[in-house]
């Protein structure tokens, strides 16, 4: 069977598919369906794979900077400078070796984060239910499809039960439709299809089997909605590194064509001009950046997933620790999430077995996404196959978030009409009961009571109507009310401690609930958050977009809400400045994930919430999220170490040569001198992401500030400058070295500067008071060694233009890195202050 797409399959009937996709309603055998696995491809959207180890080596040298390096050692090659060629390739390769080392681990790190947390399906396959990844799915699957889940291909109904499908994603509309197996007109639009559903849809009630008839790109989705998977804005700091960058390139670029300019002015040899160019080219640029950045986020990412914490986008650990509002629902993360039914009562406000009864058949026959309210009901009944041994299903009306009513049709096998049992919240049950307004006037002060009591009140309906199927939401109406139901649900505890904590790290915590303003308010006192400052969703709707973001910041409750409200929230939040982080985990809950700086749900939680969030919590705790802040905010922390140090260090270098090129007989540095500079200095920038971060710099959300990362680089730049013209000086005429020495001299003092600079400048406490980590003091120090051994290790240093350094003449060097530390260290503090 050779790979096609399925044309116009609703027009075709299910017979006649599964003719043509050689497959029946039992599915498809195991070994038939890796054959098609193979013929067809990943059920996905895009071409993307997990990078194998040679094509992350081919990327290293990729990289025009690399690129750069092997055509200048083309040239020492033509030129028949073999010493300088060998080693400038040596470098190449040791720094593409350790790049490949650290970005494969990154990769691993990601593809088994991904694994864990990847969309998976239902198939029928060998005659039985199995759970495969959704990414394998092929056209003669059949898949089993349940309320909550996310549609995995497109697929032509087989059999349903009570099946409604959102399809909001592709044709805008807000309801959820019904689906039923049938064949239609081939000229029917996308949205009446009725016996069709498609990937990125999503299940919202019952049940069906479907089968599949297309798959990744062959798809609705991937024909027309590649705009919807786009890959999202890059991050704040990922912005400005980049514009960091290209004003980087433009300063080094500027700068080499001046030094070559002058070299080839002073009639210096072309050949030397150039590869010192090129040198000076790499040398001066931060090449490292990409790794160190990939390197930190996946550190970051581990150290996550060890605290319960897994991230599906490595860019949203930057994200995490600059939040600074957690908008969050309080069941599950506030409370304990064991939703208990506390009473069953009557219109009398006595226990009642007929309110029991018939909340037990609601929560038991509705065919909707599982929720704790009526998993709470039914483990209340003492004998579930008594209460519905009686009964029979005739059709549902679905839970929707305008309505907020869920209604059951049922009826007595012993005859009778059927029967609507509607339960939902107070105000809209009581709205379609026959003398509402009466009945809410009566009950009100009884529901507050209660409401402020810690429990959760639903408001039960009943109805006869003689109909066979097809109940819609008009047939809610002249409804008799019953009774209510209350639930309890403890808070978790030491949470009250927990938000203060969160507080401390400059993060403001927002309940942002579908429950009543009452309960909402009373779990607000508890906690420590103000019940004064609530807002609910009736006022919210009044509200435009301007008002409600300057009333946002000062809210501490969001009660009554429905779905677009709570993405109207966040937006409101953002757009006055706030980084918003948002926790969820129903299907209410993904536009408003979606529309987050950062969406946080849980493992177990509905595909669609999983899938739009950039955080999965394993355990819903916020001390959890507490410690996900902390390494958020450790890892941008060392990644601005890394780029505030590296960037000083090369902009001083570079404006030293600019200096001294035109002043000096001799060029500053040989050009492969300045690659194994910028070599050795490199290896400790790798260990950064293992440094330890001082508190001050924990306490509050950091945002990628430009100009203060400029003023690092022109301040720390100059006061390395000023030190590099001083030895120069020093070299020239107190000692009157020869340019070999000379060059000795300078890389000597040139790299151990930068080494020491880079403990100074970590820490914005004096240095000697704030201790790195131990990798990276072990690095230094290795690389400090081997910078003082290379002069005097014999025969490479005849090789790389050095010589034995003088007494004197370190002394003189070691004397200047110590006060260039003095200097620094003193400088820093008005640095920052700028």
């Known amino acids: ?96 070796l350790l790049t490949f080392g650290q970005e494969w681990r990154a990769s691993r790190v990601v593809a088994a984060l991904g694994h864990r947390l990847a969309l998976k399906a239902q198939v029928a396959r060998d005659g039985r239910s199995l759970i495969r990844l959704s990414s394998h799915l ?46 239609l007109p081939a000229d029917t639009a996308l949205a009446a299809r009725s016996n069709s559903v498609y990937l990125g849809t999503t299940v919202r009630s019952g049940s069906a089997r479907v089968l599949v008839v297309n798959t990744g790109k062959n798809t609705v989705f991937g024909q027309i909605g590649q705009r919807l998977v786009s890959a999202p804005p890059p991050t704040e700091f990922a912005r400005g590194v980049r514009q960091f960058e290209q004003l980087l390139l433009r300063t080094m670029l500027t700068v080499v064509v001046l030094v070559v300019a002058v070299n080839y002015w002073l009639g210096r040899p072309a050949l030397d001009s150039m590869m010192f160019a090129v040198a000076l080219a790499v040398g001066l640029t931060p090449e490292l950046l990409p790794a160190i950045v990939s390197i930190t986020m996946s550190r970051g990412a581990r150290n996550l997933a060890h605290r319960g914490v897994l991230v599906r986008r490595l860019q949203a650990i930057e994200d995490l620790g600059g939040m600074q509002v957690l908008c969050t629902d309080k069941t599950g993360t506030i409370t304990e999430d064991q939703i208990k039914l506390h009473a069953c009562l009557g219109l009398d406000g006595l226990p009642s077995a007929s309110v029991l009864r018939l ?129 309890g649900d403890q808070l978790k505890p030491g949470m009250a401690a927990q938000l203060n904590a969160l507080k401390k790290l400059g993060i403001e915590t927002k309940i942002v609930s579908g429950d009543n ?102 355990k819903r705790h916020l001390d959890v999220l507490h410690d996900g802040v902390i390494v958020g905010r450790t890892t941008f922390a060392n990644t601005l170490k890394y780029i505030g140090i590296t960037t000083s260090a090369n902009f001083g270098n570079m404006l030293s040569m600019a200096i001294a090129t035109p002043l000096l007989p001799w060029l500053p540095l040989l050009a492969k001198q300045i690659l194994l500079n910028n070599l050795i200095s490199d290896l400790p920038s790798l260990m950064i992401s293992t440094d330890r971060v001082d508190a001050q710099e924990l306490r509050s959300a950091q945002r990628w500030d430009a100009p203060r990362v400029r003023r690092f680089m022109l301040g720390f730049g100059l006061i390395s400058t000023v030190f590099d013209l001083l030895a120069f000086a020093v070299l020239l005429w ?75 003449v370190l002394g003189m060097c070691l004397l200047l890195v110590v006060a260039y530390a003095i200097t620094t260290e003193v400088c820093k503090r008005w640095i920052w202050r700028l």
């Not at 599964?18 to 696995?37: F, I, K, N, V, W």
């Not at 549609?151 to 499908?165: C, K, Q, S, Y």
């Not at 003092?749 to 406490?765: K, N, P, W, Y």
């Not at 201790?771 to 025969?795: Q, V």
């Open 734 to 808: 107190a000692f009157e070295v020869g340019e070999a020495l000379f060059q000795t001299s300078w890389f000597v003092l040139s790299l151990l500067t930068e080494l020491l600079v880079l403990l100074v400048l970590r820490t914005r406490q004096p240095f000697w008071r704030s201790r790195c980590s131990p990798w990276l003091g072990a690095a230094t120090l290795g690389a400090a060694i081997l910078a003082l051994a290379l002069p005097y290790a014999s025969p490479i240093n005849s090789s790389l233009g050095f010589v034995p350094l003088p007494v004197p």
């Open 517 to 618: 303003r009452y309960i909402c308010a009373r779990v607000a006192a508890q906690i420590g958050l103000n019940p004064q400052a609530l807002l609910n969703g009736r006022a919210l709707s009044e509200l435009g977009d301007d008002a409600l973001g300057a009333l946002a910041v000062r809210t501490d409750v969001f009660a009554e809400v429905d779905p677009q409200q709570k993405e109207r929230i966040v937006r409101a939040l953002q757009r006055r400045g706030q980084a918003v982080g948002f926790m969820g985990d129903g299907i209410n809950d993904a536009p408003a994930l979606h529309a987050a700086d950062v969406g946080i749900s849980a493992e177990h939680a509905v595909d669609i919430a999983r899938q739009a969030a950039d955080i999965v919590m394993l």
């Open 1 to 96: 069977m050779q790979p096609i797409a399925i044309d116009q399959p609703w027009a075709q009937g299910v017979d006649r598919l599964m003719l043509a996709l050689q497959t029946s309603s039992a599915g498809l055998a195991s070994p038939e369906a890796a054959r098609r696995l193979k013929l067809w491809g990943l059920n996905t959207l895009d071409d993307e794979r997990e990078p194998t180890a040679w094509l992350l080596l081919l990327r290293q040298a990729s990289s025009p900077l690399v690129l750069i390096l092997v055509f200048g050692a083309s040239v020492s090659l033509a030129l028949g400078e073999w010493v300088n060629a060998l080693i400038i390739l040596a470098m190449v390769l040791a720094s593409a």
């Open 359 to 487: 909340s037990v058949l609601n929560a038991s026959l509705q065919g909707g996404v599982a929720n704790p309210l009526d998993e709470a009901i039914v483990r209340a009944a003492q004998d579930l196959q008594a209460v519905q041994g009686d009964v029979s299903k005739v059709d549902e009306i679905p839970y929707d978030f305008q309505r907020k009513r869920l209604t059951v049709v049922v009826r007595e096998r012993a005859g009778g009409d059927p029967l609507l049992i509607t339960k939902g919240s107070y105000d809209t049950v009581l709205a379609v009961c026959e003398g509402g307004v009466a009945l809410a006037r009566h009950h009100q002060a009884w529901f507050e009571q209660s409401s402020e009591q810690g429990y959760r009140v639903l408001a039960l309906a009943t109805r006869s109507l003689a109909r066979d199927r097809h109940y819609s939401a008009a047939d809610e109406q002249a409804m008799n009310l019953q009774g209510f139901i209350l639930f």
């Open 138 to 183: 092929v056209p003669g699957d059949v898949m089993l499809l349940g309320a909550g889940q996310l549609v995995a291909a497109d697929g032509i109904v087989i059999e349903a039960r009570d099946f409604l499908v959102s399809q909001a994603s592709l044709t805008g509309e807000s309801h959820p439709v019904d689906k039923w197996p049938g064949i």
